[in-house]
């Protein structure tokens, strides 16, 4: 340990980050969001079960995805001009290898989380919710990482904070440690 951290074995080449609740926490009423997005669907007549996630997948498929984005894009971003930089965050900055962010949330919001916590320029690529065709657990956003830091999904190693990122790193073929392992 150093510094209150374990770091991550160095046989992995790269590493990739989750950003919500691994380096940051942003500061965002999910269960807000959420109220915001199903008066979205209310006020189309579509009934609104599900968690927010599931709700925006759903939006795809009645003509609502560009809206509910959006509707959660801003409070991401407004949430990560007044974000928390957690513990984990010092391993960025540390770090040799080749890093990249990999977020369920949108990529503008992630890159303005690593711009006022000084991490931005330890971070060699983004990938957000919107920057590829599907969000985690989709392997997709984990794989375009890996291929934006040039180094193979085997050798590459994903930390994150939820079921979600353990799930996405299974699916794409790399390995997985819980942020609590960590700190």
């Given at each position: ?88 965050a010092e391993q960025v900055v ?90």
């Open positions: 340990m150093t510094d209150g951290l374990r770091w991550i074995d160095d046989g992995w080449e790269a590493i990739v980050y989750d950003l919500d609740g691994t380096l940051v926490d942003l500061a965002v009423d999910w269960d807000e969001v959420a109220t915001t997005v199903v008066g979205t669907f209310a006020e189309r007549g579509i009934d609104a079960d599900g968690n927010l996630w599931d709700l925006l997948e759903r939006a795809s498929r009645v003509d609502l995805r560009g809206r509910v984005e959006e509707i959660i894009s801003e409070y991401e971003r407004e949430g990560a001009r007044y974000s928390e930089r957690l513990p984990l540390a770090e040799t290898r080749p890093v990249a962010v990999c977020s369920l949330n949108c990529e503008e919001a992630c890159r303005i989380a690593l711009d006022i916590h000084g991490l931005e320029e330890h971070v060699d690529a983004v990938i957000g919710r919107d920057s590829v065709a599907k969000p985690k657990p989709d392997p997709g956003p984990l794989k375009a990482a890996a291929e934006a830091l040039e180094v193979p999904l085997e050798r590459t190693m994903f930390v994150g904070d939820t079921d979600r990122d353990a799930i996405t790193a299974e699916r794409a073929g790399t390995g997985f440690l819980y942020v609590r392992d960590l700190v």
